[in-house]
T-cell receptor, first 114, second 113 residues
């Protein structure tokens, strides 16, 4: 049972363009939504995260947009660079005192062409 | 500070063989976990531990055992390997069970023939 659905599976963007990756969740008890970035041969690393009480969070060229009513959130990478080429995973977890167990999406392979 | 380390990086097993994937962290983190990563399926939680002596099952625990005798180490045991366990395995840790950021190791690529 996939509780976090991610799309697209792969994405090709030209250098300088905007990369957009979308995720949808089912469990309204989720209260923390991180994005992880994974380079080939490496483990995932936390990129940016958001809580459902805000609609947007920006860190440099990376922005999370969150739509609580639609149960959707997305990652926008502005001015995409070849160094951003990686696999991106959205995730969700229960908070409020529950043990932090990450539920991951299926991943998006991003290729930024020079 | 080495962070989360995993050994070996690569392993090939025959069906029915057993082995232990090692995971260690030097950040004094209470929470540790094991994930497997398969194409098109993201990362799925196998087992986790909220502290030394305490472990629990995740989403896909069948065929795997864990123990946590120290804060630093969290080995994953495959008692009788099956081709369905061919995967990339990641160990992760966080400060405690309520901490949101998890730190991942570099992974172990396991092939079962």
């Amino acid at each position: 049972q996939q509780q976090v659905k991610q799309s697209p599976q792969s994405l090709i963007v030209q250098k300088g363009g905007i990369s957009i990756i979308n995720c949808a969740y089912e469990n309204t008890a989720f209260d923390y939504f991180p994005w992880y970035q994974q380079f080939p041969g490496k483990g995932p690393a936390l990129l940016i995260a958001i809580r459902p009480d805000v609609s947007e969070k920006k860190e440099g060229r990376f922005t999370i947009s969150f739509n609580k009513s639609a149960k959707q959130f997305s990652l926008h990478i502005m001015d995409s660079q070849p160094g951003d080429s990686a696999t991106y995973f959205c995730a969700a977890t229960l908070g409020r005192g529950a043990t932090n167990k990450l539920i991951f999406g299926t991943g998006t392979l991003l290729a930024v062409q020079p | 500070n080495a962070g989360v380390t995993q050994t070996p990086k690569f392993q090939v097993l025959k069906t029915g063989q057993s082995m232990t994937l090692q995971c260690a962290q030097d950040m004094n983190h209470e929470y540790m976990s094991w994930y497997r990563q398969d194409p098109g399926m993201g990362l799925r939680l196998i087992h986790y531990s909220v502290g030394a002596g305490i472990t629990d099952q995740g989403e896909v625990p069948n065929g795997y055992n864990v123990s946590r005798s120290t804060t630093e180490d969290f080995p994953l045991r495959l008692l009788s390997a099956a081709p369905s366990q061919t995967s990339v395995y990641f160990c992760a840790s966080s400060y405690d069970r309520l901490s949101y950021e998890q730190y991942f190791g570099p992974g172990t690529r396991l092939t079962v023939t």
